[in-house]
């Protein structure tokens, strides 16, 4: 009795259509066999990629976000942040807003005069600026997010969770159930 093993991944690509063809109809199970195993390593890879990638963009974030903050000399050291205030915590969640409103004035050249009012950081004026210039109010109180409504979104660790469903939803339904599984699996672990 003649058995054989299907072609290498690297001889499938290299080999014909013709040749191919020939090949799955001496042997329709062991092709179909070598295709879901491709199909299986295609999925580990890109699990793998993903897990990667998602962690160096965690690391890029939080190490560029310590860069810029030592730069500014924004964060306090040890003994100082042990003994920081509700009231320099406030005023630091502050000048963040202000710094973002500003941000957002540079994008769309707006002049300080159209500013003016969101720079009081009253609630209203905060939900008028977010609608008038259709800014996300997750990404102008936290700075996680897109900036705005129309941007596309981004994969990364600054995602909001609405953002994360939208591009899900985006997914063939077997992508959406296998991320189902892995969150379910995710949070099994952490109880």
Aim: aromatic residues 6%; contains cysteine; positive net charge.
């Amino acid at each position: 009795m003649l058995t054989y093993t299907f072609r290498s991944y690297g001889a499938i690509v290299e080999s014909s259509h013709a040749e191919l063809v020939r090949d799955v109809r001496c042997d329709l199970p062991k092709a179909a066999t070598k295709l879901r195993k491709i199909r299986q390593q295609i999925q580990r890879d890109r699990e793998n990629a993903a897990e990667r990638a998602a962690l160096m963009t965690k690391a890029e974030a939080k190490l560029a976000a310590a860069i810029a903050a030592a730069h500014d000399g924004q964060l306090p050291s040890g003994a100082e942040a042990a003994t920081k205030t509700k009231g320099e915590e406030r005023r630091t969640f502050r000048e963040a807003m202000r710094r973002r409103i500003r941000e957002v004035a540079a994008i769309l050249k707006l002049s300080e005069e159209q500013i003016e009012w969101p720079l009081t950081l009253k609630h209203r004026e905060i939900g008028r600026f977010c609608l008038e210039h259709g800014v996300q109010a997750e990404w102008l109180l936290e700075g996680r997010g897109r900036i705005f409504k129309d941007d596309p979104i981004e994969v990364g660790p600054n995602m909001t969770g609405a953002e994360f469903a939208e591009v899900v939803r985006t997914l063939p339904i077997a992508d959406q159930q296998a991320i189902a599984v892995k969150l379910r699996e995710f949070a099994e672990r952490r109880q």
